[in-house]
């Protein structure tokens, strides 16, 4: 809840007014357990991290202004979601990414099997600057929604259909084929479509090289899109916030209570343990 919200709510359950000061001072509390849990020690390894940004507002200076809350959502080997950090900025970038993949070494993170991103500009390199052994996997739906950007409606889903056809392919070799005749079936339509898959054909691709249950997991950052779409809904009620310190209060709380869902491994994650342990050797997959 917002100060506000617990405002509104001790007037109308108790009778009591309290000033928003008061009850920021109180919950201001939370902030050295908040401060704690973004510095905890993590685990050593990860099989898969997924690394998202969300938009928010809050006051810079007295103006309201555009906020970047950087997300790292990872799986551990144990199959469980694990939120590894949560962080405040201007702006996305690949250098301030680098910089919060820094974090998450000097927090104990030495291994990442495979990160799964969006297709921000040098986002590779400065994942691979840090974890050099890191495969890096760019998200299959944010190249659709890229890809469906400037296109009249009616188009979009007979060319969402077609596109589908590339990536639902059992191999690379096949996907490659296959987008070769989206091209020639849209290219005069849409000229920009097939050359942005073919720059991107190396991240885009990289989930051809495993089998199905794992293939699933890593071929879009959906796990880390739904988080971010339940924050939103938690925040979609608070146009800004009074600085950075009460969004992410605001934040943080929120996160213990969709994190609490997170009971169960990913679904079939034992073949897919096994599956990686091929892939990547039973050194970088020890539990």
Same mark, same amino acid.
């Given at each position: ?88 900025? &201007?702006? *996305?970038?690949?250098? !301030?990414?680098?910089?919060? $993949?820094?974090?998450? +070494?000097?927090?104990?993170?030495? @291994? ?110 959906? &796990?880390? *899109?739904?988080?971010? !779409?339940?924050?939103?809904? $938690?925040?979609?009620? +608070?146009?800004?916030?009074?600085? @950075? ?43």
């Amino acid at each position: 809840m917002s100060v506000r919200d617990i405002q509104s709510y001790l007037e109308k359950r108790y009778e009591v007014t309290v000033s928003t000061g008061f009850i920021s001072t109180l919950t201001d509390q939370v902030l050295d357990d908040m401060r704690a849990w973004q510095q905890r020690a993590l685990s050593e390894r990860y099989a898969v991290v997924y690394l998202d940004a969300l938009v928010t507002s809050s006051r810079q200076n007295g103006a309201v202004a555009k906020r970047h809350l950087y997300v790292a959502l990872g799986i551990n080997m144990q199959g469980q979601k694990e939120l590894l950090g949560l962080w405040g900025q &201007a702006a *996305e970038g690949a250098k !301030a990414w680098m910089s919060m $993949l820094t974090e998450l +070494k000097n927090r104990g993170v030495n @291994d990442i099997l495979i990160a799964c991103v969006d297709g921000l500009k040098g986002f590779e390199e400065a994942i691979n600057a840090v974890y050099p052994q890191t495969q890096v996997q760019q998200c299959i739906v944010h190249q659709v929604r890229h890809s469906l950007r400037f296109m009249p409606w009616k188009a979009r889903n007979t060319v969402a259909a077609d596109l589908r056809v590339i990536y639902s392919e059992a191999t690379e070799a096949a996907a490659r084929l296959a987008l070769d005749d989206f091209e020639e079936k849209w290219g005069e339509a849409y000229p920009s479509i097939a050359p942005s898959w073919r720059n991107n054909w190396s991240r885009l691709t990289v989930f051809f090289d495993y089998p199905p249950a794992i293939r699933k997991v890593i071929y879009t950052t959906n &796990a880390v *899109e739904s988080f971010n !779409a339940s924050l939103q809904k $938690l925040l979609k009620p +608070k146009k800004s916030f009074m600085d @950075d310190e009460a969004m992410m209060k605001v934040i943080y709380l929120s996160t213990h209570r969709i994190a609490s869902k997170w009971t169960t491994p990913v679904r079939d994650w034992g073949l897919a343990l096994g599956q990686l342990t091929v892939m990547f050797g039973s050194d970088r997959v020890a539990l």
